[in-house]
């Protein structure tokens, strides 16, 4: 246990007296596997990326004895404190995060340095499960439906739900009475104990304003979610833990930290093995019957396309030899979300001090309870319509967040400048604040991932093209809409919201009415939030569809050996989080492979 290495992250925790404890009480779960220093020179299977969807993969093709998998991460193993729910933004432009910000987008961050917004990607064994938001859930059924639709055959919401049951265990009993959950699965979700004093006035509002509470990935999706989370006994439950911990003693599995694949070898089309960097050389090792690329929906397109598979002109560009003409990189869609904040009355104590609080930092040590379990500052969410048409239908058009966080922490989360920080935020850093975010849910606007250079190590060109359709804003606005009524209501008053007396550069002459249609489509051009969800860059569907970059099976066309499985492979994506989903997506590509598998006796 390295104290001075966990004292190097910006969480409140380091210069507390309990700070030992609280490291120690961490230990009792183990947050990452048993790592290698050494490697054979070939494999059956070798996984690029020990994130979301690589540690199940590692984990359930390992389960197979007569094979032998290599999982390569090119980050390091977490530290300890990134089990702390409440502290997960204090990972963000870390070590363990790859630090990634978008081009310069042109239809939104005016209040944003170079108008490029934060991109948050987990670069650590269980990648974005481990610095996330910890929020669960699946999507809506209509999503997998629409695959299928697209050719991406096998995958509907019938043909899915058996591997959201398998990769579950649920420890809430109100959600698993109700048939569309499970117990005993890797991934552990529940609802944290803790209820902070804003949350019951929301909840207040939400019923007397006729919404309704529901489990989203049950029959409907339309409503409010008092939300479960991938925690575990109050702790974060990454796929690391998940996953990798309880294989790290197979023989069969070697786990490698710290080596960045920089090619796919590939030979008369057929991927042959990887080149990686690793303890400070260029290695090379062999594969006798895959390689799989589970890198993330912006670094498994860089790859394919720095080993030759791509677009032509983009490789023709900086002079790749090609091997595969096909659309990596494009397709990219993310969700975006504008924001509404409020400051809240002198009773409540502002979020950093809580947790700095030596009551709370025992009160996790002894229970796990108290606000170091409050994921992310988040208290509810909700999926909600444009309109009653859209309700009736099952529609959701937006996602809304209602979450506490320290004003400075909208100045590094965010990216503003620091005339637009100091100019919104500014007068209430000392105040607890409530942020209401508005995140689209399917975006019309596509972007892409494109090279900057023919070297791994230069971050790509990440262009998500936010707001290139006005629908986008419009669905982001709705939702605001619904954030200001809630927050606006007579039950807030308990715990004194008062919408900030301030606002973004440029967005003034609206100020006048601050729940205004043009002063919220302002604040949304203005500033936008990641909410880290990249997919679609490697799309699934039929080989013969011009659009698609792996077929059903997820094997890169025209390429023997070689398989896409992470969010990337996403068709469209799906209307909420994308963790759960990303783990199912590798656990039934896990049963796809294992199903072509015979261990002879």
């Keep these: 246990m390295d104290l001075n290495e966990e004292r190097l992250y910006l969480t409140p925790f380091p210069f507390s007296p309990l700070f030992p404890l609280l490291i120690a009480s961490l230990a009792t779960q183990k947050n990452a596997p048993k790592t290698k220093t050494e490697f054979k020179s070939e494999y059956d299977y070798i996984i690029v990326g020990g994130g979301s969807a690589g540690s199940v993969l590692a984990a359930r093709l390992s389960e197979v004895p007569c094979v032998s998998v290599l999982l390569l991460e090119a980050g390091k193993p977490p530290p300890k404190l990134s089990d702390v729910p409440a502290v997960a933004g204090s990972f963000v432009q870390s070590d363990i995060d790859w630090k990634y910000r978008t081009t310069p987008q042109r239809n939104t961050g005016s209040a944003l340095i170079h108008r490029r917004v934060i991109l948050p990607a987990g670069k650590t064994l269980g990648g974005g499960s481990t610095i996330n938001a910890l929020v669960a859930n699946r999507g809506h059924r209509r999503n997998y439906d629409e695959w299928a639709a697209l050719g991406a055959t096998g995958w509907s919401y019938e043909e899915v739900m058996p591997y ?110 990887v080149e990686f960097d690793f303890m400070g050389l260029r290695r090379q090792v062999t594969v006798r019957r895959e390689v799989i690329v589970s ?229 949304a051009r203005a500033a936008v939030m990641s909410v880290s969800h990249p997919a679609g860059t490697a799309k699934m569907g039929q080989t013969t569809d011009p659009t698609t970059v792996v077929d059903p099976q997820l094997r890169v066309k025209t390429i023997q050996g070689l398989r896409v499985v992470d969010a990337s492979i996403m068709p469209t994506i799906v209307w909420g989080n994308t963790n759960i989903p990303t783990i199912m997506i590798a656990e039934k590509a896990s049963d796809m492979i294992k199903s072509t598998i015979t261990c002879r006796q």
């Design 164 to 273: 959201f049951l398998k990769l579950e265990d649920n420890r809430d009993q109100e959600y698993i009475t109700n048939g569309f959950h499970a117990v005993g699965g890797p991934q552990t979700v529940q609802k944290a104990r803790y209820e902070p004093e804003v949350k019951r006035p929301i909840i207040d509002a939400v019923f007397d304003l006729g919404y309704k509470f529901i489990d989203v990935s049950a029959a409907t999706m339309h409503g409010f979610y008092n939300l479960q989370n991938t925690l575990r006994d109050g702790q974060r439950c990454s796929t690391a833990k998940a996953y990798l911990v309880p294989s790290e003693n197979r023989t069969n599995l070697d786990i490698l930290t710290n080596a960045m694949v920089t090619k796919i070898l590939i030979t008369q089309r057929r991927a042959v093995g």
């Design 295 to 523: 890198a993330g929906a912006i670094n498994t397109p860089q790859l394919l396309m720095l080993s030759g598979i791509g677009p032509m002109n983009e490789l023709d560009r900086l002079r790749i030899p090609l091997i595969a003409d096909l659309p990596v990189g494009l397709n990219l869609q993310e969700h975006c979300a504008g924001f509404v904040a409020f400051h809240l009355g002198d009773s409540i104590l502002p979020m950093h001090k809580r947790l700095f609080a030596e009551e709370s930092i025992r009160a996790y040590i002894d229970h796990k309870t108290g606000p170091l379990e409050y994921a992310s500052g988040i208290n509810l969410l909700a999926f909600l319509s444009n309109n009653s048409t859209g309700e009736a239908n099952d529609i959701v058009d937006h996602e809304l967040y209602f979450l506490e966080l320290p004003a400075i922490g909208a100045k590094f989360r965010v990216g503003m400048t620091p005339e637009a920080y100091a100019q919104v935020f500014g007068p209430y850093e000392k105040k607890p604040i409530m942020v209401c975010m508005s995140q689209v849910l399917h975006p019309k606007s596509r972007g892409s991932v494109r090279l900057r250079s023919t070297n791994i190590y230069d971050f790509p060109s990440i262009d998500p093209n936010y707001m290139d359709d006005p629908q986008d804003l419009q669905d982001i606005v709705e939702g605001l809409k619904t954030c200001l009524k809630i927050l606006h209501h007579p039950a807030l008053a308990r715990v004194g919201t008062v919408i900030l007396n301030s606002t973004f550069p440029g967005c003034e002459r609206f100020h006048q009415q601050p729940g205004g249609e043009l002063h919220l489509r302002c604040l």
